[in-house]
């Protein structure tokens, strides 16, 4: 078979002729880019043949590069099929960056209330007069110390095979592991000779489209004792959700169910290396993810949820044994996966609500999850309204000139002095800037606003005489980082069409929010605390968010991060059994509104393309400043300059 | 691999060098009987050599046959090992014989409320206003027509990844199937196109040690629809219960497992064919035994059984994927296995139990089940006491010098005119009697008691001059039938030896009737009715039975036989789920007398050694009838003979 060498790795794979070059890298433990999900529409996964013969289904010329990149060997790597021995250069570029990850402190006040129990027994061995069965005697003497419900103990065939040789091994000092299991009731899920009390584990898991986080507790000690993440490695069938689905529905789903299975292995792995532990001592996995996640984990198939009337398949919690879906822990460990509530408004959504705890208190909560989409939850203990939306990739530095994520070189602070139009600005890891990621958009654009370098259109001052502010080669556009100080060729901008998707992309989520707000029949003033979760809302400035109307004016302090909401609700359903019921309950009360078929969302929208809004009353804080602002810098001078 | 022909059948197997003929016989389908177990201590699987080469560990000859045999090629199947290509001849006395199965008919008065239910629906397809997830579709259809439970389904994983396929192939119109699974919900278990609700059976197994029996239940229409029985193929491990324990101990489990799947899969399929149906649209199998065989079954070690002090694994009912171990019907289909109370008192007795109804009344009933062993039930719906003991073959025909099994040719029922001591007789089939069975050979004793040819110490009166009453060989002994009439070389008679063989047994039985009703503190008056499960009470004389005193006396009507009450006793478990919380306090409520440490025991044993019983008190009416047969028969005449 053909030997693909990649450089500059120096990686290789040996793979069918016929296979495509992504196959090959995939099989080489690269993660090239694959947005489109390898179907030749994103042009990410660009790579350059240095030596050796490949085939293509279709001519690649023009469409993603020009004929001197074409001469340089340029093809696509999800198009081009392996003919023969290979050399392949593959460029930074196409390979997925390595992403900052954020997970903060757990702050957990529930009660500790495990599902997972051992139980150190020692029995008295049986005699003439007492030949009461083995499992009588396990179960009686389980009670003891167990309580008195070992009655109604389920005991699978598995497990009671092997009662009577471990008894007898163990010489009647055993430990029994008890589990809340499918459909629920306890199980008896573990015999072990001797006292291995102490070896109790559980797992919580982020499942994210992109990163897959696991968090080991110690069900003894009652801590975390590791914690580690990596790639859904489904990143290499298309980076966004919806190109896994259609790699799935073009290559059968069976590959992105092992992928997200491998992915979550790898995590745990890691986290039980950290933490000096066994994985086979980790007796249950609690999983939190979106909707299409967690339907491709299971083996269900996402295919109904992307073409109308998108329909997921189940929206209940499922509890199964680990194995079954190829998690290897503790045998006969029990695998717990958050309920839903539609499509679009997923576990980690519901992980969401019950981290902020929004869904047990009486004052109005707003709960926003900004990706590529986003999620939005108002309500508390009585009602709950969601909806969900794509935000486009403005505020992740996507659709942006500069825009980058939040990776090493990216810009994530901006303040500019509204005097001289100078920015002070910081980057991630302190490296000299490359773009800007969505905490620096947000900053700049509502630095921009109060400048007065931009009005409430978003539209560009161009009469303004500062060298930042120039016309451009196609949009105006403000400079923000000049060429010499920057890590690129050319100076680093933010442009009016930059701004116009910003704006866009802003107004989506605000008109998301206020929409919510009017089907419930609230007012901002009624909104006691903003939650955001997630890692956008680590970085980002407050005062920018609600300066640009990123979302609704409350008092600063009532915003709040709490982080990886998901893999904290997880954490939380994992330690204490009865919040399972909990996000039931949450995930049946809160009612899902179709943005799309809700008549007041347009208008909603049309009004939030404004900075803030168009009605300055919702945002009296933003209003004053503005005034303010406007009062005290009409105009800018070239005396400021540079 | 050497190839082994049997003759006459011709049936061939091929096996590897070093398997025993035994092996090969298996292979072959031939049911050679090993009593032993195949440790070469029985000497029944006796066959012979015609040609091609054996091996051996030890010498054979003179164990179990003369030199002249030798000569012929005799050799025991279970200690020749193959070493080339062999015929081999099977003797018809070394096969397991075909046995009279009886089964009577099924008169259940339960409610007809089986576990297992199909439900047609047809479901409106999702729309853009009303995009709810397949499953929650699915359920609320569902709720439509199953009650507001339907929440409370549970789904598991399996099921749940066919459902978006199977709904949208049905066209939203489909039949789903509910079933109580482990541990005890409801599950969706199957989802099938279309309107298949007509199409729902489940099964009743009986699995006793010598005979499965399989009753196929239509649910929809509440009526058994096939019935078929066929051996357990475990008698090829060894016969009785203990050979085929030391048969595991020797050879692993997994054997004896797999027969025993096999078998009930085997009458399975059979009555699947007499009904016309399709095994695969079996949604439940309901399984009543003893607890070996249970143990068994399930793949769980019976060994602690066997040896002191004498401990099953469990006792309590189990509930599992029939699939899970090897009997195959529908997918996911549910198994259901009777719960026992002690080594001795398995499922199939707490089934004899539930089908009897004797724990739901208030009249006291004493239940009798005999076979080798025999277990007895004394109790009413407040209490009730068990025990088991071995009676002996004598009572099944077995270490009786003209006994047999109730096979073609035995004698089953015998008068004896007390002048000329003449018998009259008839015989399995109406053929030429070749021995007596056990209803035979009860009948005979009580003739010959009340004929006084043997007094109530079961001594034949030697003094009588009638050729019928003879010396014999060794042993006095009674001419049942003559040689001429017979289908056998030799007169067929009852020896002294057999005659105390007889008492022996029904002295065990008597012996535990009357301990238990020591132990519960009642007298044979305050019995209300006396029950015989299995196939021993079919053919036997009540009278006679009281006369020699195997059971206490009671009038005749209050003895009832209730046939195969294990398999009647699974018919009602299987179509009415609320009959299994019956049956599981029916096992728990059952006390365990263990005949060896009850003190009184012994004393009723020997009490139990006479005919009937040396108090005559206890059988008053046996007491008249001696009376007046002593009374016209003091002596016996010749002119009575022949």
């Excluded at 009670?143 to 009577?164: C, M, N, Q, Y």
């Excluded at 179709?594 to 809004?613: C, G, I, K, R």
Aim: hydrophobic residues 40%; glycine residues 8%.
């Amino acid at each position: 078979m053909p030997i693909v060498t990649f450089l500059p790795s120096y990686r290789k794979a040996e793979v069918e002729f016929g296979a495509t070059i992504l196959d090959a890298a995939q099989r080489a433990g690269l993660n090239i880019n694959v947005v489109c999900g390898g179907q030749g529409k994103c042009g990410k996964c660009i790579v350059y043949r240095k030596s050796g013969r490949v085939a293509f289904e279709r001519q690649q010329y023009s469409r993603f590069f020009s004929h001197g990149e074409l001469e340089k060997g340029a093809l696509l790597a999800c198009e081009a099929f392996v003919n023969g021995d290979l050399e392949i250069v593959v460029p930074e570029s196409s390979l997925i960056q390595e992403q900052k990850i954020l997970i903060e402190g757990l702050d957990l006040t529930t009660a500790f209330r495990p599902s997972v129990m051992k139980y150190h027994v020692t029995l008295s061995p049986p005699t003439l007069e007492d030949p009461s069965p083995d499992l009588t005697r396990l179960l009686d003497g389980l009670e003891k110390v167990h309580g008195p419900t070992t009655d109604l103990i389920f005991v699978p065939l598995g497990a009671l095979r092997s009662v009577p040789q471990i008894l007898r091994d163990g010489n009647w000092d055993v430990t029994a592991t008890v589990a809340l299991m499918p459909p629920g009731r306890f199980w008896l899920i573990d015999l072990e000779e001797g006292d291995t009390s102490q070896r109790l584990y559980a797992a919580a898991i982020d499942l994210g489209s992109t990163t897959v986080v696991a968090c080991i507790w110690d069900l003894v000690k009652g801590k975390v004792v590791g914690i580690a993440s990596n790639y859904n490695r489904q990143i290499s069938c298309g980076e966004d959700i919806l190109s896994r689905v259609n790699f799935a529905r073009k290559n059968g789903l069976s590959k992105l169910q092992t992928l997200a299975t491998e992915s979550i292995n790898a995590a745990l792995t890691a986290a039980a290396n950290n933490a000096g532990i066994d994985r086979d001592d980790i007796y249950e996995v609690m999983v939190a993810g979106n909707t299409v996640m967690t339907h491709m984990l299971l083996g269900i198939d996402p295919a109904y949820m992307i073409a109308e009337p998108y329909v997921p398949v189940m929206r209940r919690s499922i509890n199964t044994e680990a194995a079954s879906i190829g998690i290897f822990v503790a045998k006969n460990a029990g695998l717990f996966v958050f309920p839903g509530v539609s499509d679009y408004i997923g576990g980690d959504i519901v992980a969401d609500v019950l981290a902020c705890r929004m869904g047990e208190r009486e004052e109005i909560s707003l709960m926003i999850d900004i990706g590529t989409n986003f999620e939005v939850v108002l309500g508390n203990n009585e009602w709950m309204f969601s909806c969900a939306g794509a935000a486009g990739p403005a505020l992740e530095g996507g659709e942006v000139l500069f825009g980058m994520r939040a990776n090493p070189g990216a810009i994530e602070k901006v303040t500019i002095d509204p005097d001289t139009l100078k920015p002070t600005y910081s980057t991630i890891n302190q490296v000299k800037p490359k773009g800007i990621c969505g905490s620096g958009l947000i900053d700049l654009l509502a630095e921009l606003l109060t400048a007065c370098v931009i009005d409430r259109n978003g539209l560009i001052d161009t009469t303004i005489e500062n060298p930042r502010v120039r016309k451009g080669e196609y949009f105006a556009e403000y400079v923000v980082v000049w060429k010499e100080e920057a890590g690129t060729e050319k100076d680093i901008v933010i442009t009016q069409n930059d701004i116009k998707n910003l704006i866009m992309s802003k107004a989506s989520v605000l008109g998301a929010c206020t929409t919510l707000m009017k089907v419930a029949g609230i007012t901002h003033e009624e909104i006691d605390t903003i939650y955001f979760s997630g890692g956008f809302g680590n970085y980002l400035n407050k005062q920018s968010a609600i300066t640009i109307g990123l979302i609704p004016e409350v008092p600063l302090d009532q915003i709040k991060n709490i982080g990886n909401g998901a893999l904290m609700g997880a954490n939380i359903a994992l330690i204490n059994r009865d919040q399972r019921r909990t996000l039931e309950l949450i995930a049946r009360n809160i009612a899902y509104i179709e943005l799309n078929a809700e008549p007041s969302f347009m208008d909603e929208y049309t009004q939030s393309s404004f900075l803030p809004h168009t009605d300055l009353s919702l945002f009296p804080n933003v209003s004053t400043l503005l005034d303010r602002c406007r009062l005290n810098h009409p105009h800018h001078s070239l005396n400021g300059g540079v």
